[in-house]
């Protein structure tokens, strides 16, 4: 059974530093979403793309968090820098189109000390 | 603008009993209808949805849902709780037609034997 892959699983982090995570989606995939996860609440969007481009990043804090899908497949978030506020869940989940279900990994879990 | 209720974060039930998780929404046009479920550490695997027609919806695991427009409600419902039901069930709500997810924060369950 196809699955969205993440990685890595588990990052601690010192705040200030830079982190990056990666998602590969499931294959023919065209849309792709980040969530933030903070434990206690349920995912809050962050970015969606559709193919190589985002549709939505409204919610995405510009000033240290960036995302990229170069070839519309995989993508990585970035923070730089990080701060104790990011420690949270960060879930990536994919689509076949924009309105369909949603298929998420198993999520990285980000600690910043 | 959609929201979702869940009531109750923290829901025990005996082995054997029935599993009812609330769930009500807010939305100014037709409402998409999930409920996910999360094991500790992994990401969201869908149970069921409601997109349009018949209301009680049949999902993975046993579990049911029953879209109420009159009471804004799917709420989720399990005739017989196991042990592996231990986790937390998210409710989330989209527009039909279009890609955002509005998610609850969630309700733990627990399953005593």
């Known amino acids: 059974e196809a699955e969205v892959a993440q990685s890595p699983r588990y990052k601690i982090t010192e705040k200030s530093q830079a982190v990056a995570f990666w998602c590969d989606p499931i294959?023919?995939?065209?849309?792709l979403y980040w969530y933030r996860q903070i434990l206690g609440q349920g995912p809050e969007l962050l970015v969606q793309f559709q193919d190589e481009s985002v549709v939505d990043d409204s919610q995405l804090p510009k000033d240290r968090f960036s995302a990229e899908r170069l070839k519309g497949v995989d993508s990585t978030l970035k923070i730089q820098p990080a701060e104790l506020g990011d420690s949270a869940m960060y879930l990536c989940?994919?689509?076949?189109?924009?309105?369909?279900?949603?298929?998420f990994g198993p999520g990285t879990r980000l600690t910043v000390t | 603008a959609q929201s979702v209720t869940q009531l109750g974060s923290h829901v025990s039930v005996s082995e054997g009993a029935l599993v009812l998780l609330r769930c009500n929404y807010s939305?100014?046009?037709?409402?998409?209808l999930f409920w996910y479920v999360q094991y500790p550490n992994q990401g969201l695997q869908l149970l069921l949805k409601y997109t349009t027609g018949a209301t009680l919806v049949k999902g993975i695991n046993g579990f049911e849902a029953e879209f109420k427009k009159s009471e804004t409600s799917f709420h989720l419902t399990k005739p017989s709780a196991h042990m592996s039901d231990a986790a937390e069930y998210f409710c989330a709500v989209s527009s039909s037609g279009t890609y955002k997810y509005i998610f609850g924060t969630g309700t733990r369950l627990k399953v005593l034997a």
């Open positions: 989940a994919s689509s076949l189109a924009g309105y369909d279900e949603q298929y």
């Open positions: 939305s100014s046009v037709p409402p998409y």
């Open positions: 294959s023919g995939h065209a849309t």
